[in-house]
């Protein structure tokens, strides 16, 4: 936990363009978006799966994922957005602990792998953060 970099951004020793927080679960701006408003959320405790998380936690999640999917919705409006979360490096995992992707999708897109997306600059996605805010 000490190491992994979504712990370091919930104690606040790592920068992030959050965008909702409360005891239980953050949500920040992804630094590598496919598209503008893509978003992680995360619980705040470490589990590197969902298959650890407590139904509880789960449910705590999924509630916030809804609320930020819905601001993303009115504060980007894309054409659609897709909801994905994924469990160890065989599904395409990469920092482990878990986490939900939002992101905003447009007809005829297809999904870049990870390595081909370019880090966004801080102050472009605290720019976007301040106007989904508003709607969170």
Known sequence: MDKCEFCKIVRKEAPASCI???????????????????????????????????????????????????????????????????????????VFHVHVHIIPRYEGQKLPRFDEIPEASRSKLDEVARKLRRYV
């Open 20 to 94: 909702y927080e409360d005891e239980r679960a953050m949500a920040f701006l992804d630094i590598k978006p496919i598209n503008e408003g893509h978003t992680l959320v995360i619980p705040k405790r470490h589990y590197e799966t969902i298959y650890s998380v407590p139904d509880e936690e789960v449910a705590h999640l999924y509630k916030i994922v809804k609320r930020v999917t819905c601001a993303v919705k009115k504060a980007i409006d894309p054409e659609g957005i897709s909801v994905t979360q994924h469990n160890e490096r065989g599904a395409g995992q990469d």
